[in-house]
């Protein structure tokens, strides 16, 4: 099985801040890495697919990058929407996720 | 739109069974892979189950493997979760998700049900 390791559990930060969360694979995963964003009481909402690849209605301030073993979800200037749980996913051998990044208000 | 709406849940003793189901409206089913994901009460997301859009092929996580069985009815847009064997571990809200493909892998989940909560206590 694929396991997926996020850095940090907890970031705090700040409106304005660009706040970067790391997602790494114990094996390569090419590119089929996605980004989820989940609110308390809220189901998942898809972000980023395929890496990088920006989902339709998603703020351009989100960004993703990476391949193979390591991939990173930057904000470029995080909002008071964004304060939320981060979860990575990998689908390359069905589908494993990351253990969550949550980000709070500094 | 596309509308994802679980059902099923509740209270079930340890060792009981449960069907969840999820009614999908808004785009054409059987065009798309579909699952099952968990999350237990303060914890990540944990996949359960997944089938493909013609309902001939599915997979599952080895922690429900033998006990969860996953099915689909495309002439009513439904999914289906019987989940048997139930002990504590498995209490979670279940999410039905939507594949952007047909098939299984790869794919990623596009659209997500609200949840329906299983306790598994006595």
């Known amino acids: 099985d694929i396991q997926m390791t996020q850095s940090p559990s907890t970031l705090s930060a700040s409106v304005g801040d660009r706040v970067t969360i790391t997602c790494r694979a114990s094996q390569s995963i090419s590119s089929w890495l996605a980004w989820y964003q989940q609110k308390p009481g809220k189901a998942p909402k898809l972000l980023i697919y395929k890496a990088s690849s920006l989902e339709s209605g998603v703020p351009s301030r989100f960004s993703g990058s990476g391949s193979g073993t390591e991939f990173t979800l930057t904000i470029s200037s995080l909002q008071p929407d964004d304060f939320a749980t981060y979860y990575c996913?990998?689908?390359?051998?069905?589908?494993?996720f990351g253990q969550g990044t949550r980000v709070e208000i500094k | 739109e596309v509308q994802l709406l679980e059902s099923g849940g509740g209270l079930v003793q340890p060792g009981g069974s449960l069907r969840l189901s999820c009614a999908a409206s808004g785009f054409t089913f059987s065009s798309y892979a579909m699952s099952w994901v968990r999350q237990a009460p303060g914890k990540g997301l944990d996949w359960v189950s997944g089938i493909s859009g013609s309902g001939d092929t599915t997979h599952y996580a080895e922690s429900v493997k033998g006990r969860f069985t996953i099915s689909r009815d495309n002439s009513k847009n439904s999914l289906y979760l019987q989940m048997n064997s139930l002990g504590a571990e498995d209490t979670a809200v279940y999410y039905c998700?939507?594949?952007?493909?047909?098939?299984?892998?790869?794919?990623?989940?596009?659209?997500w049900g609200q949840g329906t909560l299983v306790t598994v206590s006595s």
């Open positions: 996913q990998q689908y390359h051998n069905y589908w494993t």
């Open positions: 998700a939507k594949l952007r493909n047909r098939g299984l892998i790869p794919g990623y989940f596009d659209y």
